[in-house]
């Protein structure tokens, strides 16, 4: 599932300096991402527009801080919103952690 947002594209909303920066490979949802705290866990925030579904998942960072995550296949059936957290406090951020940019997926844009 390929994204409308070119994978060397700019964020989709402001992001602090010291904010992770994710991107997502076209053909399938695999979200690659650098600045993450190194050997953490991260939380992968899928949210469908079409439903107001919002999944969870998570992975570990690597020593380096970098995230090599492939989705499940079912991640976007719809349009949906990727951003993902490795929990560091940001109190003007969502629910209060720093998140990454949001890369935003669609099903039909194969």
Not at 34 to 58: A, H, K, M
Not at 64 to 74: H, I, S
Not at 84 to 110: E, F, M, Y
């Amino acid at each position: 599932m390929p994204t409308d947002v070119p994978s060397d594209s700019a964020p989709t909303r402001s992001v602090g300096p010291a904010s992770p920066f994710i991107r997502v490979s076209r053909g399938q949802i695999y979200v690659t991402g650098t600045g993450f705290l190194p050997n953490q866990p991260v939380t992968v925030r899928i949210t469908n527009s079409g439903e107001g579904v919002v999944d969870y998942l998570t992975y570990i960072s690597d020593a380096d801080g970098r995230v090599d995550a492939a989705l499940p296949e079912t991640a976007a059936i719809q349009t949906g919103h990727i951003t993902v957290t490795d929990q560091r406090r940001d109190p003007a951020g969502d629910c209060g952690l720093l998140w990454s940019n949001t890369v935003i997926v669609t099903p039909d844009s194969t």
